[in-house]
């Protein structure tokens, strides 16, 4: 009888476990992504995605620290997107959660921006600068063309039109 009651426990205790785990997970995407998802975060994302530059030294000198405005969107952006980056790397938030959360958006900044985030690694911060963001980008891109293989192509002809 006391081993029956033991092990009634203990498996109690394991789904009680199981799902404060998964509570915890949830709460921690929603908190992740909220800041993303919210009218401020839209903004930001709007007003990063339609700056336009030629270079790396163009980009610094329009949207470096003399423009402190745009400079703070900017890098609010990447930071947001970086600690997505290092919550999916570390396993804390699961990646498919995080895409459908909203996290695929990373796909067109980071085609957009990698030029320029590769550029503050060699020319301030080194080659960390931004790894997680980098690693968050490749994991959305993965489930992005399980679901949609043609997307790769699409982007590339996207960014090709940008440059254009």
Known sequence: MTAASVTVAAIYYMFTLRINMKAREM???????????SQTGLNRYATVMTLE????????QRYGY???DIFGKFTSQLFMLETMGVLVKSGVAPAETMYYLGGYGVLRL???????????RDAAFGQDYMINLE????????IKMRHDASFKEK???YSRTRKA
């Open 27 to 37: 709460e921690i995407c929603r908190l992740a992504t909220s800041d993303m998802s």
């Open 53 to 60: 530059w030629k270079d790396y030294e163009d980009f610094m």
């Open 66 to 68: 003399s423009n402190p």
């Open 110 to 120: 980071w085609e957009k921006y990698k030029d320029i985030i590769k550029g503050r």
């Open 135 to 142: 690693f968050f980008a490749g994991e959305m891109m993965k």
């Open 155 to 157: 982007l590339e002809a």
